[in-house]
């Protein structure tokens, strides 16, 4: 069975539900396919204790504002239900347990495989996030079975792990947090590879957003120089290995290897391990897209999310445009622009058929081409 829409969004989260309602506004035949069985799925598998980095004054999506104190910072389950609201407030079309098999051209614009169903789209934008599949290092597998490992993806509170030393590697933003959490209740070894920059959360009085705002800084485009050295750093907010000495997490260089319920450390040191929190982040997988639009390394070849395959973007990612552009509050930018450039190709797809139309009507027999009609234009000065 198939369906045919103009617009195919790929992943519910606030990607897409941001370009959901520049689409519905444009009120385009479209659907949010979204993989996983709740609304939100990707935020639901956060830790509990989660908390954004970003008041609430700067985490809208386009056209409600996010409730609560402004300059409050919302935890993980205010912005699950925030974007449930938001989905539902505004009607938008998501429908759940849809996972996407695969993309690919057809008949001048795409099909769209999933399990038991398929659509015929017109235009489809990919706005599956940056949380996509969690990654592990290789050298995970050299634990132990009594070692407690965890993905900071299936961590959820400290209940979940057993007595003794606890290992979190990573010096994100993520594994600052749960170390964090976690060094209340038992002995934290906090291990750092690259070197993160440390900013506070407030600074004399005022939120560090708006101080980056106001100098321009969120919205420094990817192929500025300032963008070009610092897109591939994590900056720190709220956190600090100061901070963190104070809180008694214990800091390590990198993990370089494991071995039973060791960790071997790139200073030659070895930390015993009752549980290993994995913070590594993610790594993007676009393998459902069977179509030309990557770099010899598997990048998205884009700018600002449009590709060389007409009415074929991404949405959501990191740096797509500017800084902001995979965080809750900023992504509305990155998807105002793409709900305008669907536009564009759907008033020139329209205009062609038309003109299909017209010339196919003259043809008939008995109808002959309009007499040439004088110009309106007015002749130049």
Do not use: C
Request: hydrophobic share 40%; charged share 25%.
């Amino acid at each position: 069975m198939s369906d045919h829409l103009e617009v195919v969004v790929i992943g519910g989260g606030q990607a897409g539900l941001a370009l959901g309602y520049f689409l519905a506004r444009q009120h385009r035949r479209f659907t949010i396919l979204e993989a996983g069985g709740r609304p939100a799925a990707a935020w639901r598998e956060r830790w509990d204790s989660l908390r954004l980095f970003t008041p609430v004054r700067r985490d809208s999506l386009p056209g409600r504002a996010f409730p609560g104190d402004p300059d409050s910072y919302p935890d993980r389950d205010e912005v699950v239900t925030y974007l449930e609201d938001y989905a539902r407030h505004f009607e938008l079309p998501v429908e759940l347990d849809s996972r996407v098999l695969a993309v690919r051209g057809a008949d001048g614009g795409f099909e769209v495989e999933l399990a038991d169903h398929r659509y015929l789209a017109e235009q489809v934008v990919v706005a599956t996030g940056p949380w996509q599949v969690p990654f592990t290092p290789p050298s995970a597998s050299g634990l132990a079975p009594q070692v407690t490992q965890l993905h900071s993806t299936e961590y959820r509170r400290p209940a979940q792990l057993p007595d003794g030393p606890v290992v979190v590697v990573g010096g994100g933003n993520t594994g600052y947090q749960i170390a964090e959490e976690l060094v209340r209740s038992r002995e934290v070894h906090l291990a750092i590879g690259a070197r993160q920059t440390p900013l506070p959360q407030r600074f004399l009085g005022r939120d560090v957003f708006d101080y980056l705002d106001r100098m321009g800084l969120m919205r420094k485009t990817v192929d500025s120089r300032l963008a070009q050295r610092f897109k591939d750093r994590e900056t720190l907010i709220g956190s600090s290995p100061r901070g963190a000495r104070k809180q008694g997490i214990q800091r390590r260089k990198r993990v370089t290897g494991a071995q039973g319920t060791r960790l071997t450390i790139a200073d030659g040191s070895q930390q015993q391990a009752s549980a290993v929190i994995w913070a590594t982040g993610f790594r993007l997988d676009h393998s459902l897209v069977q179509l030309p639009v990557f770099d010899s390394d598997g990048r998205v070849e884009h700018r600002r999310g449009v590709t060389a395959i007409p009415g074929l973007y991404f949405l959501g990612l990191p740096w797509l445009h500017t800084r902001g552009s995979a965080l809750l509050g900023w992504v509305k930018d990155d998807a105002e622009y793409l709900a305008d450039r669907i536009a564009e190709r759907a008033a020139m797809s329209n205009g062609a058929a038309d003109a299909r139309t017209a010339t196919a009507f003259e043809l008939r027999p008995g109808h002959s081409a309009p007499a040439e009609q004088p110009s309106r234009t007015p002749p130049a000065p």
